[in-house]
Every structure is written in structure tokens, then in C-alpha cells.
């Protein structure tokens, strides 16, 4: 049976798979997640999601990795504003403050590596690499709040580890106007649909067998 690997220290990740009845191992990268210059959401959400794919990929040749990375994006007064983790109650507040009646827009990206040991070559870290990136784009319509609602909201859900400053499976959906998104899934961190259909075309697994199929 095919045993897939998430690059990924997200537990929303996680249980996202496991939802779906999939239990992939986990395993961690350490990547450098700063953007680059002048680095669009889009083009960074793609990359960090390679690099974590190709770190694992590299490390555990013969398997396939699952990378994916997701970067919220919002219009500021100076253009497009890239929304990290928060980290603190006070930095989440001021995110949601940023976010209220606009339309947030959030990237969420996929990465499938598997990488294929050369006998040849002396290190694994050159080996060849199979591999397809992919990202979806959800749209977040905020409401507007107080801040002293969203103060309260900040403390009663810390969503100090997600992007945006909120989780749209609790009370962060008391939020939003509306989302528009195809597969509901992706805001949470992992375009499950998406990642079906690269898996199919992409390696010939169907994650519906997989996850159906019996020990």
C-alpha cells in the first residue's frame, strides 16, 4: 500500500488527512520561509510548498511528499499586505482590524516530489526529482467588527498559529460576509479535492482506494 508523506507541522494539515481517513507520516522541514523581493502571495505559497516537498522528498527517496503552504494577502493603504502567523493576541487583533469589510484573499499551494536515488551521483540532495505544484484561491469577505469584539474573539480561540488571525472551522466563521472557494477544505490549509486530482493524473493514486482500503 502506498504510504504517503506530509511535510507539514500543521496539525490542521494533518487532520485534515485524517479526516479523509489518510495517515500519512509526518515529517517536518526547516525551510527559510522569507519572501523574496517583490515576491507575489501566489509565487511564494508555490515555492515555500515546493521547497518543503523537495527537503522531505530528498531525505526519503522513493517516497511521495506532500507540501503545501498558504499566504493571505489583503489591500492596504500601500498596496497588497502578506498576512503571516500572528504569534501574539495583539499582532492578531491588528490583522483582523486590517481585514474588516475588505475581501482578503488567501493562496493556498500543493506540492507532490518524489525523488528518485542515482546510483551515479554521490548525494542524495542531487538526485532526480519528480514533482507538480499547484495552488487554489480562496476569497474571504470580512464583516465588520469592533475592536473590542475582535479582541474577544482573539482570546476566546487563540488563532495565534493561523494565517489571518482566525479559524474558519470555529468561531472565526462569525467573521465573514461570505467565502468563495471550490473546495471548503483550502481555507483550512489543504486543498483536499486538489490534492486528489494531482495525486490521480500526476502518480496514478486514487485517494479514495487509499482511503478506503483495509490494513
Known amino acids: 500500500m502506498t504510504t504517503l508523506v506530509l511535510a507539514s507541522s500543521s496539525k490542521y494539515r494533518q487532520q485534515l488527512l485524517s479526516n479523509i481517513g489518510i495517515q500519512a507520516e509526518i515529517s517536518k522541514p526547516d525551510i527559510d520561509e522569507t519572501p523574496l523581493p517583490d515576491e507575489t502571495p501566489l509565487a511564494l505559497c508555490k515555492r515555500l510548498a515546493f521547497e518543503k516537498a523537495k527537503k522531505i522528498a530528498q ?3 522513493g517516497r511521495i511528499v506532500i507540501g503545501s503552504d498558504q499566504v493571505a494577502s489583503v489591500e492596504g493603504p500601500d498596496g497588497k499586505i502578506i498576512l503571516g502567523k500572528p504569534g501574539t493576541v495583539e499582532n492578531a487583533v491588528a490583522q483582523l482590524k486590517m481585514c474588516q469589510g475588505k475581501s482578503v484573499y488567501f493562496y493556498t499551494a ?5 525523488a528518485e536515488e542515482d ?3 554521490p548525494d542524495i540532495l542531487t538526485s532526480n526529482l519528480d514533482t507538480i505544484t499547484r495552488a487554489e484561491e480562496t476569497c474571504v469577505y470580512f464583516r465588520s467588527h469592533k475592536e473590542a469584539q475582535l479582541r474577544a474573539y482573539v482570546e476566546a480561540e487563540m488563532p495565534l498559529d493561523c494565517a489571518g488571525s482566525f479559524k474558519c472551522e470555529g468561531m472565526g466563521a462569525l467573521l465573514f460576509e461570505r467565502i468563495t472557494s471550490r473546495d471548503p477544505n483550502t481555507l483550512i490549509g489543504l486543498p483536499v479535492m486538489l490534492l486528489h486530482n494531482m495525486l490521480d493524473k500526476h502518480f496514478n493514486i486514487d485517494l479514495l482506494d487509499l482511503a478506503t482500503a483495509k490494513a
Open 59 to 61: 531525505q526519503q527517496p
Open 110 to 114: 500543493i506540492s507532490l516530489c518524489k
Open 119 to 121: 546510483e551515479d551521483l
